[in-house]
Structure formats: structure tokens, C-alpha cells
């Protein structure tokens, strides 16, 4: 204990430390956050399913239906219809050929990536992956190589230089980058995947529900449909329950059902928010509204941030970052938001590079232009405040 208490205070000493804010109600644009009611900045909730009345219905009635858990991994006696529906469900609106749902998207990147790569193949993957991704990378005995981002004649240099020497390679990268909102140049990539014979693995957890047509992600944005291997995804982000799932081939499907470690060895979804999410589907089948909502928030903020003079990055995406540098005074700036009345997270290293620090803002559909106008002065005024900006 000695030892955590040390790194600990090293954390204090740096100024990184948090506790942890506590929200008592709903995730909503306006919640009550320690006690107090804030503009909330900081939720994946993109699309406000979280709290949306026909998600709580569906739920409710998958409890009365099926109970509250599922009581075994899906290959024991947990795989109930519900499952098998809102696997059916995702890949009828993903446009690809099956889907597998796990338990979250960690546990999605996790199980997939070990599990359809080992000691003869190599693992190609872009330098801001999500943490998902490297830890899937770490649990696989495939070797590995690192490409720097987004650069796609880096990632060239490194197939040439290696890919003679592998029996598969799989490129993986982030669809949209959740610490900057930039988007992966899926097109170069599949290209270059084509040309050197590579398999292709995105994970959309920030493109689903974002991007493309009513929400169906990264592949749709692009019109590359059946040209990329794996597609991963959450339904805890836009989708706004829990759980994440992988598209790929059936034949694929079926083999990790059998090696998808986190699906043989923890308990499958709960039967109530795999009935959400299905509602959730039907719901963005059924109308672009919530997407265009989320799309017409987004370009608002983006466009007073940067008539304030704030540098929002190189973001493409509703993500939208407000670079500070110094970890210690993103984090000091984080607080005096939220003391304000804006709740916006401050992100730091290991999140992000030493010296990157930033607040990461979240728009959602739940925001409308008064609100946001109301977060932009409040965020420009502390930022003068604390000389972040002029």
C-alpha cells in the first residue's frame, strides 16, 4: 500500500488528481452534478437515447418478460432471443452480413482482437488507438507495429517493410479518434489493405450513430460496405444503454462464438438493454432527426468557439476539444468550469500526450443553441480568467 500511496501523491503533486463528480438523475443536457444543476459537456449520450421514453419502455418490458439478468454466457443457457434479435438487429442496420454483441466495447476489442490473430500474423495499429484497442493488441501473440496517425505513407513504409514476413496482418484503426473527433482515412486504408493483402478491423464506437446515413457509421460515411473485415461498435455511446458488438462475416461470427473469451466467461447482456437498443435501432432506422439535431449543435459550437479565438484541434466530428498544453491548469480550468455551471472533463496524460492536455467538449442532440450559447460564454470567460486566452 505504501507503494499506491506514493503514486498517488504523485498524481496530487502533478495536479491531475480528481474526484469523482457524482450525477443524481439522468444523463441529460442539464444535470445535477454534486448537488448543483450544470450544462452537461461531457457525455457520449450523442443522441439522447439515455433517458429517451420509448428506450425506458422497452426495457421495462424485457424485465417483466425475461428478469432483471440473463444467468449464464451466451453459450451456456444466457443466449436468449433478445440477443439473437439484437444481433439480427445491428447488422441489418450496419448494412453488413452478421454481428455479435458483447458486453461492452473493451470487452468487444478484447475478445475479437486476440482471438482472430495469433504468433504467425501481425497487428498493424495507428499511434491514437483507444486504450481498448491496445490492451486487445497486448492479450493477442501476434506481433505488432505501430503507424503514426493517420499517416498513410507511414503505414506503407511499415507493410512493405514487413508484411513478406507474416502469414495475415490486420490494420487497425479508431473510426472516429475520441480525443481529437478526426476521422480515420478509411478509403487509404482499405486500399492499402487490398494492395498488401490485409484484413481490416475499424472500431466506430464514436462513428455509430454519428456519422453517415441516419447513423450507421465510419464504413456508411465512406460507402465501403463489405470491404471492411471487422466493425466494432458500442451501444453505450449514441446508442446510449450498454454493450458493444462486432460486424464481420458469419462464418467469422461463428468462430467467436467459440474463441471470444469475454463470451465464454462472462455473463451476456442484460435482457433489458438488449431490448433498448433494439428500440434504439428502430428509432434511427426510422428518422434522421436525432443525428441531424446532434450535427446542427455540433457546427453551432464549433463556430462560436472559434470566433472566441479558442483552438479546437483538427476535429471533423461532434468532439470537440479546446487545446490547453499544461496538465495541471486543464485540469485547474475542468474545475473552475464546473464551478460555473459547465461540466466539461479535462483530459490529461495518459489519456493524451505530455503536454496536450485539453477539456474535451460533448455536444448532443438533448442541447439546443440558447444552451450552448450560455456554455460558450461561460467557457470563454473563465479561459480569460486563467490567460488560456486572450
Known amino acids: 500500500?505504501?507503494?499506491?500511496?506514493?503514486?498517488?501523491?504523485?498524481?496530487?503533486?502533478?495536479?491531475?488528481y480528481r474526484v469523482l463528480p457524482i450525477n443524481e438523475g439522468p444523463c441529460d443536457a442539464l444535470i445535477t452534478l454534486n448537488g448543483k444543476q450544470v450544462i452537461n459537456l461531457s457525455s457520449n449520450n450523442y443522441l439522447g437515447f439515455a433517458n429517451h421514453p420509448r428506450l425506458k419502455k422497452a426495457a421495462k418490458d424485457a424485465i417483466d418478460h425475461y428478469g432483471v439478468?440473463?444467468?449464464?454466457?451466451?453459450?451456456?443457457?444466457?443466449?436468449?432471443?433478445?440477443?439473437?434479435?439484437?444481433?439480427?438487429a445491428i447488422?441489418?442496420?450496419?448494412?453488413?452480413?452478421?454481428?455479435?454483441?458483447?458486453?461492452?466495447?473493451?470487452?468487444?476489442?478484447?475478445?475479437v482482437i486476440q482471438a482472430i490473430t495469433d504468433e504467425k500474423d501481425l497487428i498493424i495499429s495507428d499511434e491514437l488507438n483507444h486504450a481498448s484497442i491496445i490492451d486487445g493488441v497486448r492479450l493477442s501473440k501476434a506481433s505488432r507495429a505501430v503507424y503514426k496517425h493517420a499517416d498513410m505513407a507511414d503505414l506503407e513504409r511499415v507493410l512493405k517493410?514487413?508484411?513478406?514476413?507474416?502469414?495475415?496482418?490486420?490494420?487497425?484503426?479508431?473510426?472516429?479518434?475520441?480525443?481529437?473527433?478526426?476521422?480515420?482515412?478509411?478509403?487509404?486504408?482499405?486500399?492499402?489493405?487490398?494492395?498488401?493483402?490485409?484484413?481490416?478491423?475499424?472500431?466506430?464506437?464514436h462513428g455509430s450513430g454519428v456519422l453517415g446515413s441516419h447513423g450507421r457509421g465510419t464504413v456508411d460515411h465512406f460507402g465501403l460496405h463489405g470491404q471492411v473485415d471487422f466493425v466494432i461498435g458500442t451501444?453505450?455511446?449514441?446508442?446510449?444503454?450498454?454493450?458493444?458488438?462486432?460486424?464481420?462475416?458469419?462464418t467469422a461470427r461463428d468462430y467467436l462464438l467459440h474463441r471470444g473469451r469475454p463470451l465464454l466467461f462472462s455473463t451476456s447482456l442484460l435482457p433489458a438493454a438488449a431490448a433498448a437498443c433494439i428500440e434504439a435501432l428502430h428509432m434511427l432506422e426510422e428518422s434522421s432527426e436525432y443525428t441531424d439535431k446532434l450535427w446542427d449543435n455540433a457546427r453551432f459550437f464549433k463556430k462560436k468557439l472559434v470566433e472566441k479565438g479558442f483552438d479546437i484541434g483538427h476535429s471533423e466530428t461532434p468532439i470537440t476539444p479546446i487545446m490547453v498544453g499544461d496538465e495541471a491548469k486543464t485540469m485547474a480550468f475542468s474545475k473552475e468550469l464546473?464551478?460555473?455551471?459547465?461540466?466539461?472533463?479535462?483530459?490529461?496524460?495518459?489519456?493524451?500526450?505530455?503536454?496536450?492536455?485539453?477539456?474535451?467538449?460533448?455536444?448532443?442532440?438533448?442541447?439546443?443553441?440558447?444552451m450552448l450559447q450560455k456554455a460558450v460564454d461561460i467557457i470563454y470567460a473563465t479561459a480569460k480568467d486563467m490567460g488560456i486566452v486572450a
Do not use: W
Open 1 to 16: 500500500m505504501a507503494t499506491l500511496e506514493k503514486k498517488l501523491q504523485d498524481i496530487k503533486d502533478a495536479g491531475t
Open 69 to 88: 439478468g440473463a444467468g449464464a454466457v451466451r453459450t451456456i443457457v444466457g443466449n436468449m432471443d433478445i440477443h439473437e434479435q439484437l444481433d439480427a
Open 91 to 111: 447488422a441489418h442496420f450496419k448494412h453488413e452480413e452478421a454481428a455479435l454483441v458483447f458486453q461492452s466495447g473493451f470487452a468487444c476489442n478484447a475478445g
Open 161 to 205: 517493410e514487413k508484411r513478406k514476413d507474416f502469414e495475415e496482418v490486420l490494420i487497425i484503426t479508431d473510426g472516429v479518434f475520441s480525443m481529437d473527433g478526426d476521422i480515420a482515412k478509411l478509403p487509404d486504408i482499405v486500399r492499402l489493405a487490398k494492395e498488401y493483402r490485409c484484413m481490416t478491423y475499424v472500431d466506430d464506437a
Open 235 to 250: 451501444l453505450s455511446k449514441a446508442i446510449g444503454v450498454v454493450g458493444g458488438y462486432v460486424c464481420c462475416s458469419k
Open 338 to 370: 464546473l464551478k460555473r455551471g459547465v461540466f466539461v472533463s479535462g483530459i490529461v496524460f495518459p489519456t493524451v500526450p505530455k503536454g496536450k492536455g485539453r477539456i474535451r467538449c460533448m455536444v448532443s442532440a438533448l442541447h439546443d443553441h440558447a
